[in-house]
């Protein structure tokens, strides 16, 4: 499969948050603020690329020799604990702002369905490992575009007349439903 339409289509036509609602914890939490938002997604983006690649190449190099793809699951969430370790203390380190502001939710990266999500669907889909990065890469990316759509329209509706009984996670869920129902109009256009 071409490497462009598995971008596209990690982004548009299967974006983790929208298509397959993966992820949504973070993505209701931390929509609120324009900033911290984009801090979550690209954090999530790097993530998710990051061990795509570990994952496919431990997968690969490690479990399928030694016959033991049943522990893909425990060994993903290994590879992905500890890169979220390394992008927190970075993110501390050079960014102590957008470390207060993200708070529980960069820890919680670490059991962000959306990467795990990923990493088994490039297994289950047979990529290679151009294919699984570019595929990790395009799903940060489409969990990016969700997460700022989402936090620009929160934003708007600060200024906006919201039934009370609405107000906060309600009106969230129902944005993210048209949202999803808008990103449908992409299907069909890769796979």
Same mark, same amino acid.
């Given at each position: 499969m071409d490497i462009f339409i598995i971008f596209f289509s990690s982004i548009f036509v299967n974006n983790l948050a929208l298509t397959y609602f993966l992820g949504m914890c973070p993505f209701i939490s931390v929509s609120g603020d324009l900033k911290t938002a984009f801090g979550m997604g690209m954090a999530v983006t790097?993530? @998710?690329? =990051?061990?795509? /690649?570990l994952n496919w190449l431990v997968f690969h190099f490690l479990l399928v020799p030694f016959d033991v793809e049943y522990l893909q699951y425990v060994t993903f969430i290994i590879v992905i604990a500890a890169t979220v370790q390394i992008v927190e203390l970075v993110i501390e380190r050079f960014s102590p702002v957008l470390y207060i502001n993200l708070g529980v939710f960069l820890p919680l990266i670490t059991v962000?369905? /959306? @990467? =795990? #999500? =990923?990493?088994l669907f490039m297994i289950v889909r047979e990529y290679s490992f151009a294919q699984s990065v570019v595929f990790g890469f395009g799903g940060g990316i489409g969990w990016l575009v969700a @997460?700022?759509?989402?936090? #620009? @329209?929160?934003?708007?509706?600060?200024?906006?007349?919201?039934?009370? /009984? =609405?107000? #906060?996670?309600g009106i969230t869920m129902i944005i993210t #439903?048209?949202?999803?129902l808008g990103f449908m109009g992409f299907a069909g256009m890769g796979s």
């Amino acid at each position: 499969m071409d490497i462009f339409i598995i971008f596209f289509s990690s982004i548009f036509v299967n974006n983790l948050a929208l298509t397959y609602f993966l992820g949504m914890c973070p993505f209701i939490s931390v929509s609120g603020d324009l900033k911290t938002a984009f801090g979550m997604g690209m954090a999530v983006t790097f993530v @998710i690329t =990051l061990t795509a /690649a570990l994952n496919w190449l431990v997968f690969h190099f490690l479990l399928v020799p030694f016959d033991v793809e049943y522990l893909q699951y425990v060994t993903f969430i290994i590879v992905i604990a500890a890169t979220v370790q390394i992008v927190e203390l970075v993110i501390e380190r050079f960014s102590p702002v957008l470390y207060i502001n993200l708070g529980v939710f960069l820890p919680l990266i670490t059991v962000n369905c /959306a @990467i =795990l #999500g =990923l990493s088994l669907f490039m297994i289950v889909r047979e990529y290679s490992f151009a294919q699984s990065v570019v595929f990790g890469f395009g799903g940060g990316i489409g969990w990016l575009v969700a @997460i700022m759509a989402m936090a #620009g @329209i929160r934003t708007r509706l600060r200024f906006s007349n919201v039934p009370e /009984a =609405l107000q #906060g996670p309600g009106i969230t869920m129902i944005i993210t #439903g048209i949202m999803a129902l808008g990103f449908m109009g992409f299907a069909g256009m890769g796979s």
